[in-house]
């Protein structure tokens, strides 16, 4: 696979990470998406599945679903070669509707085993400026029979900025029917307080930068303990992302935050390979 991740680079696929402003339409990305919409459709993107677990207690609370393309000839391609790109197109509305239908499948096989689960998917700006999607979660949760609390949706602060007064009334529709709401990457860029009062969101991730040196530089560890105390003070609760060592997880703890996400605990994997952990966590 390895093999195969550098041929994908070779051949221009790694290209749409680091050029942002560079248009959609060069004949590399317009190959690349037509690419993408018959993976989408040919069932090439496949889930794999990051578990949460409260600091405190070490108890599962959840599962976060990452896509990735099982390309034919360049084998497992991760979402940074093409969900940028995917973002910038109407293309990211089946991919993400393709997303949650897979990650409610799996929660939907969990909880006939008796897992409760709750499913974290990522969705894109786009995603939030289309009066459909709520449409589109709803038929989803009626097709796997899944109850609405069964699944989260992480947002980041920069697509709701893309336009926040669309962004609100798409989420507080979600809201309103159930579903669980994440900002996701918090602290990462420019943090909208004044926003983040009026949104109908229950939970703040905060960002992997933040978290990586927390145990180094004070000034993390005081803004963590900052953003886990306005958190509290809004009803939120705080997942920390990126958590590679038990350093890390002990400080986020006495800091305060609520859970953990991070190769410490388990790095993203297929469905299948995760039953094992599970029995081991005793989930
Ligand atoms: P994200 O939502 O911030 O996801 C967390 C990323 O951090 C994942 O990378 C995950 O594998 C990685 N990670 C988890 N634990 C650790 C850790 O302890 N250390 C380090 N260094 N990394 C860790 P991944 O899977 O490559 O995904 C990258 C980004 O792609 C995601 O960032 C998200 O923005 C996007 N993405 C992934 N799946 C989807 C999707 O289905 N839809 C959309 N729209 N975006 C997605
Ligand atoms: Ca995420
Ligand atoms: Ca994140
Ligand atoms: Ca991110």
Redesign the pocket.
């Known amino acids: 696979a390895d093999i195969a991740m550098y041929s994908a680079k070779d051949r221009g696929l790694g290209v749409c990470v680091y050029d942002d402003g560079l248009n959609v339409h060069s004949p590399e990305r317009l190959g690349l998406l037509g690419e993408l919409r018959r993976a989408i459709d040919g069932r090439e993107l496949v889930l ?1 599945f ?1 578990p949460k677990a409260t600091l405190s207690g070490e108890e599962v609370c959840g599962v ?5 393309w099982q390309h034919p000839e360049r084998g497992l391609v ?3 070669e093409f ?1 940028p790109l995917a ?1 910038r197109t109407p293309l ?1 509305r089946p ?2 509707r393709y ?1 949650v239908d897979a990650a409610l499948a799996q929660c939907a096989r969990w909880r006939t085993t008796g897992r409760t689960l709750r499913v974290a ?4 700006a786009r995603n939030l400026l289309d009066e459909r999607f709520v449409d589109d979660v709803l038929e989803l949760l009626a097709r796997h029979d899944v109850p609405a609390w069964f699944l989260e949706l ?1 947002v980041t602060e920069s697509a709701i900025m893309a336009d926040p007064a669309r962004a609100r009334a798409i989420l507080t529709r979600l809201a309103e029917v159930g579903v669980t709401l994440s900002i ?2 918090f602290g990462a860029g420019y943090t909208s307080l004044a926003h983040l009062k009026d949104l109908p969101v229950h939970q703040l991730k905060v960002d ?1 930068s933040l978290v990586t040196d927390v145990t180094v530089h004070r000034s993390n560890a005081l803004i963590v303990r900052s953003v886990v105390e306005l958190a509290r003070n809004l009803g939120l609760t705080t997942v920390a ?4 060592d038990r350093e890390t997880w002990d400080l986020l703890a006495r800091l305060g935050c609520d859970v953990a ?4 605990l388990c ?2 994997m297929p469905a299948e390979l995760l039953e094992a952990w599970f029995d081991r966590a005793r989930v």
């Open positions: 794999h990051q976060e679903a990452l896509v990735r991760a979402p940074a969900i973002e990211i991919l993400t997303v998917v990522n969705i894109s992480e996701d990457d992997r992302e990126g958590v590679e996400q991070g190769h410490l790095r993203p």
